[in-house]
């Protein structure tokens, strides 16, 4: 029943910023952190951070420290994850994550592709 809905795919040129929505359903939203993963073509899972909805509490991978935003707004239930200054590297699928007492939950995945 726990489910996690994504917004569709993003096109953007480099320099320009995306948000990218994910609407949680099925659950208490303010239970659980969600935590923000993309993938690179041919590349592994990459963690850009998580943020706890009961009090917008981020923590950012270091890496991603200076161009990405979280915020949860507890009125839609949704999680965002905005990323600024857009490099063609940036081109990725990216997903938002939870996990529950019942286990872990992935979105469907929002493909981000940076290019000009």
């Known amino acids: 029943e726990v489910q996690l809905v994504q917004s569709g795919a993003e096109l953007r040129n480099p320099g320009a910023s995306v948000k990218v929505s994910c609407k949680a359903l099925?659950?208490?939203?303010?239970?659980?952190?969600i935590d923000w993963v993309r993938q690179a073509p041919g590349q592994g899972l990459e963690w850009m951070g998580r943020?706890?909805?009961?009090?917008?509490?981020?923590k950012y991978a270091r890496n991603f420290q200076d161009r990405v935003t979280f915020a949860a707004d507890t009125s839609t239930n949704t999680a965002y994850v905005e990323l600024t200054s857009l490099r063609i590297e940036d081109t990725a699928v990216c997903y938002c994550?939870?996990?529950?007492?019942?286990?872990?939950?992935w979105g469907q995945g929002t493909q981000v592709t940076v290019s000009v």
């Open positions: 099925g659950y208490i939203f303010t239970s659980y952190y």
């Open positions: 994550a939870t996990r529950s007492n019942s286990g872990d939950c």
């Open positions: 943020i706890d909805p009961e009090n917008n509490g981020t």
